[in-house]
């Protein structure tokens, strides 16, 4: 069974422009979460879906966005970059909500 | 604001030695979960704590939950080098719509053992 991919794997960007991250979870799972990891912050949760809908939001600023589509797949959007956003971002699947999660390896993106 | 403090934050033993990392908060949690990360991947869960004065065993790990939710330990006998890597510790919640995957991540602890 193929576990949580999620794509690219690295990515470098500039400041202002945008960025999409996908995440495709382990077949059955109906829920996505997302969390941004850097060295200051640790681990801080972003967003969660289930079956297409957003059920819980972090604290972060409206330049970051995500969707889930009917096969589960999920994406996030991150607009006008900012070098602060630099981080791996993670992605975890679960069967349903409140069930062990499973992460993905991250998409490591470098905003210069 | 939800925080979970882990100590110690680094940690470089020889092989064979105990250690104990603590994960400490001042907010009761539903569940308590430990993972481990090596570099370049994603966490990976050990286990789930969810009631007071709980204690798993995991091979030579022995997890425990503070009677007040607030609080766990992770203890690892005769450490070995595969044992190498950052140690989390993440709070669960239940919020009024009830379940959620959103968890409040520690502050983490790198470990490596020296062979």
């Known amino acids: 069974k193929a576990g949580v991919t999620q794509t690219p794997r690295y990515l470098i960007k500039t400041r202002g422009q945008q960025v999409t991250l996908s995440c495709s979870p382990i077949?059955?799972?109906?829920?996505v979460s997302w969390y941004q990891q850097t060295p200051g912050q640790g681990l801080q949760f972003l967003f969660e879906?289930?079956?297409?809908?957003?059920?819980n939001k972090g604290n972060f600023p409206g330049r970051f966005s995500g969707r889930q589509f009917s096969n589960s797949r999920s994406e996030m959007n991150v607009s006008t970059l900012e070098l602060g956003d630099s981080a791996l971002y993670l992605c975890?699947?679960?069967?349903?909500?409140?069930?062990?999660?499973?992460f993905g390896s991250g998409t490591q993106l470098s905003v210069l | 604001t939800q925080l979970l403090e882990q100590s110690p934050q680094f940690l470089s033993i020889q092989e064979g030695e105990n250690l104990t990392v603590y994960c400490n908060s001042s907010?009761?949690?539903?569940?308590l979960q430990w993972y481990r990360q090596e570099p370049g991947e994603g966490p990976v869960l050990l286990v789930t704590?969810?009631?007071?004065?709980e204690v798993k065993k995991l091979k030579r790990l022995t997890f425990q939950f503070g009677d007040a939710r607030k609080d766990s330990s992770l203890h690892i006998t005769a450490a070995q080098p595969g044992d190498t890597g950052l140690y989390l510790c993440?709070?669960?919640?239940?919020?009024?719509?009830?379940?959620?995957?959103?968890?409040?991540f520690g502050t983490g602890t790198l470990l490596a053992v020296q062979p």
């Open positions: 975890a699947s679960s069967l349903r909500t409140d069930e062990k999660l499973f």
């Open positions: 077949s059955g799972h109906r829920s």
């Open positions: 879906y289930f079956s297409e809908t957003q059920r």
């Open positions: 907010s009761v949690f539903s569940s």
């Open positions: 704590v969810v009631t007071g004065g």
């Open positions: 993440a709070g669960g919640m239940r919020l009024y719509g009830g379940a959620t995957n959103k968890l409040i």
